[in-house]
């Protein structure tokens, strides 16, 4: 693989990462998420053979929302959501990193998940709050496990409604496994730290030629 197609494979994986835990945040302030990005992101769960990002989303346009997001991010760019988006995102390539320690909850969500796409191919429906219900419970059952808890901030309202706390841990889950693609495409809390430019320009430039208005 070239080296621009190494960048390629990292900033998409990124901005899959970025793309779920801004779905988070929205849902958890408003309720409501982007539509067409939440049904990426959580069919990526489903992607079992993908190798990158750009496989699991079927192409750059169903990351859009993450790599705005990203952009903005890397930017410097002062606007309300960053705080908590920067926080999540860490959160997550942490917990990405206890659960790859972790064999037995591994398979053990990657049983859950099949058992999910099986589920979700047979009853032909797009009921997307029955499938984060079962996305839902596969991440209590693994994730929700460890010591480290991941601290949701938005409307008290939203937060309690159960619908919402479904969204908000399919969500998650989708954003761990953008995590794991991060690290299979080279990715690591030192090239986030060393190669911000490169990713912010590799971002930049996908928005600007592959993104159709």
């Not at 606007?79 to 908590?84: M, Q």
């Not at 997550?92 to 320690?101: E, F, I, N, P, T």
């Not at 010591?147 to 841990?169: C, E, H, M, T, V």
Request: hydrophobic residues 45%; charged residues 25%; proline residues 1%.
């Amino acid at each position: 693989m070239s080296d621009s197609a190494a960048w390629r494979q990292r900033t998409l994986a990124l901005a899959a990462l970025i793309q779920a835990v801004g779905l988070v945040d929205q849902v958890a302030r408003t309720g409501q998420a982007d539509p067409e990005a939440m049904e990426a992101s959580i069919d990526s769960l489903f992607a079992f053979s993908s190798d990158n990002a750009e496989q699991a989303f079927q192409g750059v346009a169903s990351i859009e929302f993450g790599l705005r997001g990203l952009r903005d991010l890397l930017s410097g760019n002062d606007y309300a959501e960053k705080p908590n988006i920067l926080r999540y995102a860490m959160g997550v390539l942490y917990l990405q990193k206890k659960l790859r320690k972790n064999r037995d909850m591994m398979d053990l969500m990657a049983s859950r998940l099949q058992h999910a796409a099986k589920k979700k191919e047979f009853s032909n429906s797009n009921d997307i709050i029955g499938l984060c219900g079962s996305l839902s419970s596969i991440y209590q059952d693994t994730l929700s496990n460890f010591s480290y808890r991941l601290q949701i901030r938005g409307s008290a309202q939203q937060l309690q409604d159960s619908n919402n706390a479904a969204k908000i841990r399919a969500l998650l889950l989708a954003a761990v496994r953008a995590a794991f693609l991060w690290r299979q495409a080279g990715g690591s809390r030192w090239v986030l730290l060393l190669q911000r430019r490169r990713i912010f320009d590799t971002a930049k430039e996908l928005l600007s030629t592959e993104i159709r208005h």
